[in-house]
């Protein structure tokens, strides 16, 4: 209605007799469209080659299109194919199109020892949770600076909340442990992060940005609902 109603009034007026301050009126006003981002260009685009997994990154950026409760242009990605030792976690901005972290991350204690693989909704698990979700606010708790999970996908992650899912740092989740342990430690099924980089990526991340934790997981693909429609095209079968 309101783009009818500014095209009624151009044809009625030429532009030039227009104020200026009726025309920016109406350009501020207007919805702005979502752009649906093409994640295997933009992997190349964004060089991101050697650095991100390419199926985690263009699964992400599937989640990310779909996903329009988001509230700002950050995504976040965990890629649980690399191990412990490696950073695997990585913060887009997907306006600018830039990597602007990449971190170290923990998994839960029963998902596995260096390489997360097993995962569950379920209490007292203290396992890894897959798939998307929106980041919520922060508070301060017994690990920290802290940030809400909501997780959007039923039974794979919705009860995030319920287990207390959060992202945190973490002495466990800091670079020097792998010295001596010969992998990070782990969390109670929270993504935890290195204590030096916790709070600026929780900072960055904050506020309903969408997050995805990626496995190449076969169960993962016969449940998801966001990924759903490209599941046959998604899932590649690990070597």
């Not at 991101?48 to 242009?73: C, S, T």
């Not at 109670?188 to 980089?197: E, H, K, N, T």
């Amino acid at each position: 209605m309101r783009k009818f109603l500014l095209l009624l009034l151009l044809c009625s007026f030429p532009l030039n007799h227009l104020p200026v301050r009726t025309i920016l009126s109406f350009e501020k006003n207007m919805p702005v469209a979502s752009e649906e981002m093409d994640g295997s260009a933009l992997f190349h685009a964004m060089r991101l080659d050697g650095v991100v997994g390419f199926l985690a990154f263009r699964q992400a950026v599937e989640g990310y299109n779909k996903i329009e409760q988001k509230n700002k242009p950050i995504l976040t990605l965990i890629d649980f194919t690399k191990p412990s030792t490696e950073k695997r976690l990585f913060v887009f901005d997907m306006e600018k199109k830039e990597l602007l972290y990449s971190s170290l991350v923990s998994h839960g204690r029963n998902s596995g020892e260096n390489f997360a693989v097993s995962f569950s909704n379920k209490q007292g698990s203290y396992k890894s949770s897959l798939g998307f979700y929106l980041t919520g606010n922060t508070y301060e708790g017994k690990n920290g600076y802290s940030l809400l999970l909501d997780g959007l996908e039923k039974g794979v992650n919705d009860k995030a909340r319920e287990r207390a899912i959060v992202v945190h740092g973490a002495a466990y989740a800091n670079p020097s442990v792998i010295a001596s342990a010969g992998r990070l430690g782990r969390s109670l099924g929270c993504p935890a992060l290195p204590q030096a980089v916790a709070k600026p990526i929780i900072n960055t991340i904050k506020g309903g940005s969408v997050l995805f934790i990626y496995a190449n997981n076969q169960d993962y693909m016969a449940k998801t609902s966001v990924l759903a429609p490209n599941r046959n095209l998604s899932f590649v079968a690990a070597d």
